[in-house]
Nanobody, 124 residues
Framework: QVQLVESGGGLVQAGGSLRLSCAAS????????MGWFRQAPGKEREFVAA????????YYADSVKGRFTISRDNAKNMMYLQMNSLRPEDTAVYYC?????????????????WGQGTQVTVSS
């Protein structure tokens, strides 16, 4: 059983940056591929980014490609999402998620473990 806790959200102006963190406990962190998702008010949860167990391979949604960077530190059981050039449409609750295998990585319902989410608000 893996527990995930996100942090680092907040209010930022458009064009600004934030770094989200996801702390994992209760499992073997490097046994899981990790993902970031987000959910805006009135919308479905959507895929943002994912990376493999080693962190050597990453994948991004088109909407964040070139602006966001996903990374992990297996020694610290941590995952990160560096968000630059933020836009008002990036406003959402951001969730980290984990599962064992690198397939169907954009599908919300394929992840086994979820954090509680952290709010990101980008003002125009």
């Amino acid at each position: 059983q893996v527990q995930l806790v996100e942090s680092g959200g907040g209010l930022v102006q458009a064009g600004g940056s934030l770094r989200l963190s996801c702390a994992a406990s209760g499992g073997t962190f490097n046994s899981y591929m990790m993902g970031w998702f987000r959910q805006a008010p009135g919308k479905e949860r959507e895929f943002v980014a994912a990376l493999t167990r080693s962190g050597s391979r990453t994948y991004y949604a088109d909407s964040v490609k070139g602006r966001f960077t996903i990374s992990r530190d297996n020694a610290k059981n941590m995952m990160y999402l560096q968000m630059n050039s933020l836009r008002p449409e990036d406003t959402a609750v951001y969730y980290c998620a984990a599962k064992p295998h690198w397939y169907l990585i954009t599908r919300t319902d394929d992840y086994d473990y979820w954090g509680q989410g952290t709010q990101v608000t980008v003002s125009s």
